[in-house]
């Protein structure tokens, strides 16, 4: 028996894991799948919401398992993993990143959305940033194209009606990670995404070392191809 902690990204919760996390309790294993700090049914205020508190929520979730865990992160919540595999890395056995931000030390989301490779990114051209601190507001309308390509329509309407503001504390952020001897990495390359761009996920898969799979999916494979995603995990 395995223990997966399942991390969402931006503008997600936990429940964006579902069906993952059911295909993985099916087969014996057990899932913890938390809300960020100010993401899903979680309501701390914007104003405490820091990379430090979210990489707290995620070592909490690993804590919960007395032996090491995989480590899974999609999107933005690849920043978060990152971060924790490098405080914690005893308590981690494998970190997958799903067509997710991989950042090298002193990166930041923004930072990798400005690489060359990251032009095109669907995110950054359909938010709406305001507040203070800011807070994005992605474009309802634009959703099921930019997160729902590929999914089932019923299920992509579900999740972009749960879809809630984002704080930018996480985007701006760089990781601290110098030195860390990280666990072995894994990247799931998503070639349909219309959120990440594929050669930035090309270049996150292989600029560091990491075992890479490869669907011909979109943003949300835990919705389009969820019985792939548990067959990596458990790989």
């Keep these: 028996m395995t223990h997966i902690v399942l991390v969402h990204g931006a503008f997600h919760g936990g429940w964006c894991w579902s069906e993952v996390a059911a295909g993985l309790t ?5 899932v913890v799948a938390p809300d960020l700090p100010g993401s899903g049914d979680d309501r701390t205020p914007v104003e405490e919401v820091t990379l430090e508190s979210a990489v707290d929520r995620v070592i909490e979730a690993l804590k919960a398992s007395d ?10 919540g690849g920043i978060v993993t990152t971060q924790a595999a490098a405080q914690v ?25 400005h690489l060359p490779e990251g032009a095109g990114d669907g995110v950054q051209a359909n938010i709406t940033v305001a507040g203070e601190p800011p807070v994005a507001t992605f474009d309802f309308e634009k959703a099921n194209d930019v997160f729902g390509n590929g999914v089932p329509a019923h299920l992509a309407q579900e999740a972009a009606a749960k879809l ?10 760089p990781v601290s ?19 990440i761009p594929p050669a930035l996920q090309e270049l996150m898969a292989t600029r560091e070392p990491a075992r890479t799979h490869r669907l011909a999916a979109g943003h949300s494979p835990f ?13």
């Design 26 to 30: 099916q087969r014996g294993h057990t």
């Design 67 to 76: 032996e090491p865990s995989v480590l899974v992160a999609h999107s933005m």
């Design 89 to 113: 890395p005893e308590l981690i056995s494998r970190l997958v990143y799903v067509t997710a931000f991989r950042p090298v030390d002193g990166e930041s989301l923004l930072d990798l959305t």
């Design 164 to 173: 809630t503001p984002q704080p930018l504390s996480l985007f701006a952020t």
């Design 177 to 195: 990670i110098r030195a860390a001897a990280l666990p072995p990495a894994e990247y799931v390359i998503c070639s349909e995404d219309r959120a």
């Design 223 to 235: 919705y389009s191809h969820p019985q792939e995603i548990v067959d990596i995990l458990l790989s």
